[in-house]
């Protein structure tokens, strides 16, 4: 089969779904393809499926789940993850009946996800890279991959992206937004033998040290409670800077908050598991000017591994139960926030999130949400609230406006006024099971994912667990 005009490439597969990407969406894609009855294949390029949630060490998951009555928002698939990685650390279901994030260990779940998409029956392969496009007129009929089998070809009826940077919307010539000015990047690290308890103790101790209000709607009271029933710790994204000695430390010269390419140092999200003695770190920001650079983020990646060891010596010699600490990971993947997103017929706005919004191809739901600021401390950031009302998610905004044959299956990806509205966990888990849904149905009936049946598409996602 001539491919690219040079040379004929061998075919490694023909199937119905291949997802591209192994993140939360591209797992929840794959699984919900093969549930639903189609032959589909996983390409990753690492040598694990997770994405962020692995490779990039954000181990939490933001419980954006619930209203703020307490009605389950984000269902099927999303929830499924949540519950199977918080019972590998031994609280299970616990997480449903606290606001804080759910948290979880890294190698866990590596193993989990590769279970999940076995029992799928999902044919994976990692350590794979997109290197081109297979497309007969409009419509992507495949991709050409590099790996140590060499170039080949895999040819589906329906592809999803699901490689947040929209790489196959890219190299398919799908019209895309770029270079989100605001959108910044964090190289995360992991603390080993840190003493969660002594950490928690000191704040108990120093209660407004704790800064409330900031990433989640909640009190100290309930950060407390939280870890008494999970054994897991949530502290804020800027949080650290709140902290009296940081703040004394910055304005004394001796804690900078630069390192290469990255600011920011003392933002430290932290997510400690204490019967693990681990502590998850998100700190520093960095831009990256030209976009999806390798150039740019190999160099963020390098001077992040110098940003971890300039806030491991400070914590060392500063924080209460971090004396005996040491960077036990830093993670493999920059943590890319955004860079491109689909540009598409219809667009997803921040309006549709922050109020009821009904959709008749809704394929997924969402708890309104609101981001304010309430903590009164200096550069304090935002925290995210949620109130009674749920929003939906059209099917339209997963579809290219020029390319048949795609499906968008990254939250950040999708058609929308802001990469940003949909980039966490549980929405890119939610629309990566309706774009497996919807490629499994596409390549069932014979349609394109464009004039696919969404009735049918719904109905099938009902069936697997999702309420709309």
Same mark, same amino acid.
Not at 43 to 51: L, T, V
């Given at each position: 089969?001539?491919?690219?005009?040079?040379?004929?490439?061998?075919? #490694? =597969?023909?199937?119905? /779904?291949?997802? !591209?990407? @192994?993140?939360?969406?591209?797992? $929840?894609?794959?699984?919900?393809? +093969?549930?639903?009855?189609?032959?589909?294949?996983?390409?990753?390029?690492?040598?694990?499926?997770?994405?962020?949630?692995?490779?990039?060490?954000?181990?939490?998951?933001?419980?954006?789940?619930?209203?703020?009555?307490?009605?389950?928002?984000?269902?099927?698939?999303?929830?499924?993850?949540?519950?199977?990685?918080?019972?590998?650390?031994?609280?299970?279901?616990?997480?449903?009946?606290?606001?804080?994030?759910?948290?979880?260990?890294?190698?866990?779940?590596?193993?989990?996800?590769?279970?999940?998409?076995?029992?799928?029956?999902?044919?994976?392969?990692?350590?794979?890279?997109?290197?081109?496009?297979?497309?007969?007129?409009?419509? #992507? =009929?495949?991709?050409? /991959?590099?790996? !140590?089998? @060499?170039?080949?070809?895999?040819? $589906?009826?329906?592809?999803?992206? +699901?490689?947040?940077?929209?790489?196959?919307?890219?190299?398919?010539?799908?019209?895309?937004?770029?270079?989100?000015?605001?959108?910044?990047?964090?190289?995360?690290?992991?603390?080993?033998?840190?003493?969660?308890?002594?950490?928690?103790?000191?704040?108990?101790?120093?209660?407004?040290?704790?800064?409330?209000?900031?990433?989640?709607?909640?009190?100290?009271?309930?950060?407390?409670?939280?870890?008494?029933?999970?054994?897991?710790?949530?502290?804020?994204?800027?949080?650290?800077?709140?902290?009296?000695?940081?703040?004394?430390?910055?304005?004394?010269?001796?804690?900078?908050?630069?390192?290469?390419?990255?600011?920011?140092?003392?933002?430290?999200?932290?997510?400690?598991?204490?019967?693990?003695?681990?502590?998850?770190?998100?700190?520093?920001?960095?831009?990256?000017?030209?976009?999806?650079?390798?150039?740019?983020?190999?160099?963020?990646?390098?001077?992040?591994?110098?940003?971890?060891?300039?806030?491991?010596?400070?914590?060392?010699?500063?924080?209460?139960?971090?004396?005996?600490?040491?960077?036990?990971?830093?993670?493999?993947?920059?943590?890319?926030?955004?860079?491109?997103?689909?540009?598409?017929?219809?667009?997803?706005?921040?309006?549709?999130?922050?109020?009821?919004?009904?959709?008749?191809?809704?394929?997924?739901?969402?708890?309104?949400?609101?981001?304010?600021?309430?903590?009164?401390?200096?550069?304090?950031?935002?925290?995210?609230?949620?109130?009674?009302?749920?929003?939906?998610?059209?099917?339209?905004?997963?579809?290219?406006?020029?390319?048949?044959?795609?499906?968008?299956?990254?939250?950040?990806?999708?058609?929308?006024?802001?990469?940003?509205?949909?980039?966490?966990?549980?929405?890119?888990?939610?629309?990566?099971?309706?774009?497996?849904?919807?490629?499994?149905?596409?390549?069932?009936?014979?349609?394109?994912?464009?004039?696919?049946?969404?009735?049918?598409?719904?109905?099938?996602?009902?069936?697997?667990?999702?309420?709309?």
């Amino acid at each position: 089969m001539k491919i690219d005009d040079t040379r004929d490439l061998p075919v #490694l =597969a023909e199937v119905d /779904v291949l997802v !591209a990407g @192994g993140g939360l969406g591209g797992i $929840a894609a794959a699984t919900a393809s +093969a549930r639903a009855g189609a032959k589909t294949m996983l390409i990753e390029r690492n040598s694990y499926a997770g994405g962020v949630a692995t490779a990039g060490l954000c181990c939490s998951i933001f419980n954006c789940y619930y209203t703020a009555d307490h009605r389950l928002a984000v269902t099927g698939i999303p929830v499924e993850i949540a519950d199977t990685l918080a019972a590998a650390e031994g609280y299970g279901k616990k997480w449903h009946d606290h606001k804080g994030h759910i948290i979880y260990d890294v190698e866990s779940a590596k193993r989990i996800f590769d279970r999940m998409l076995t029992d799928a029956g999902v044919a994976v392969q990692f350590g794979t890279m997109i290197s081109g496009v297979v497309k007969r007129g409009d419509t #992507l =009929a495949g991709l050409i /991959v590099e790996s !140590a089998s @060499g170039r080949e070809v895999i040819l $589906a009826k329906t592809v999803i992206d +699901a490689t947040g940077e929209t790489e196959v919307a890219h190299r398919a010539g799908a019209p895309l937004k770029t270079k989100p000015p605001w959108a910044r990047h964090s190289l995360c690290f992991r603390f080993g033998n840190a003493d969660i308890d002594a950490f928690v103790t000191y704040l108990e101790k120093h209660p407004g040290e704790y800064p409330e209000y900031m990433d989640v709607d909640w009190t100290f009271a309930e950060a407390l409670a939280h870890y008494r029933d999970t054994r897991t710790f949530l502290f804020p994204h800027g949080g650290f800077m709140q902290l009296s000695v940081v703040q004394k430390a910055v304005a004394a010269g001796t804690f900078t908050r630069t390192a290469g390419v990255h600011d920011t140092l003392d933002a430290c999200q932290m997510h400690g598991i204490a019967e693990r003695s681990t502590m998850h770190v998100v700190t520093g920001l960095t831009d990256l000017p030209r976009g999806v650079n390798a150039h740019d983020i190999s160099h963020a990646i390098m001077d992040g591994r110098t940003m971890a060891a300039i806030v491991a010596d400070f914590f060392n010699k500063n924080i209460p139960g971090f004396e005996r600490a040491f960077i036990s990971q830093t993670a493999d993947n920059l943590g890319i926030r955004a860079t491109r997103w689909l540009d598409g017929d219809f667009v997803f706005t921040k309006a549709m999130r922050t109020q009821r919004t009904a959709c008749d191809d809704r394929i997924a739901r969402g708890a309104v949400q609101l981001d304010v600021k309430k903590h009164a401390g200096k550069d304090a950031w935002g925290v995210q609230t949620f109130t009674n009302d749920m929003f939906d998610i059209p099917y339209r905004a997963l579809i290219p406006r020029t390319v048949d044959g795609l499906i968008i299956g990254a939250g950040r990806s999708i058609s929308a006024e802001d990469p940003f509205l949909l980039r966490v966990m549980a929405h890119t888990m939610a629309i990566g099971q309706a774009a497996g849904t919807a490629g499994a149905v596409a390549a069932k009936s014979g349609r394109s994912v464009r004039t696919v049946d969404v009735a049918v598409v719904q109905s099938e996602l009902v069936r697997q667990g999702v309420s709309l």
